[in-house]
């Protein structure tokens, strides 16, 4: 095969293959399983418990891990992440305290 056609072949098939990317959705409907993480006696007294939760980075998501952060003003309820449908599209609400 001449280099012309091959390298014509080449990139047709790259930009069918970019457009098949791009079709996708960029983000998948639900978040993996929850993992099981033991928490750990705290350190200290105003220190609570964060839970380890899947993140979304805009492409896949990730495990952050759980850990103690020192308590804040209003933390009374952990709140996990959710996707929430807002009119014609989904909302990734990032997990939080309330």
């Known amino acids: 095969m001449p280099v012309p ?9 790259f930009v069918a ?3 098949a990317a791009a079709a996708q959705p960029s983000y998948p409907p639900i978040p993996p399983p929850k993992r099981i993480e033991p928490a750990m ?4 007294g105003n220190y609570v418990w964060q839970p380890g939760h899947w993140s979304w980075t805009g492409y896949r998501y990730v495990w ?8 804040q003003p209003g ?6 992440g959710r996707w929430v449908l807002r009119g014609d599209h989904w909302v990734w609400i990032r997990p939080h305290w309330r």
């Open 5 to 13: 056609t091959r390298r014509l072949l080449l990139t047709s098939l």
């Open 17 to 19: 293959l970019s457009g």
């Open 41 to 44: 006696p705290p350190t200290r």
């Open 64 to 71: 952050v891990g759980g850990a103690y952060v020192k308590r």
């Open 75 to 80: 933390w009374n309820t952990w709140v996990p």
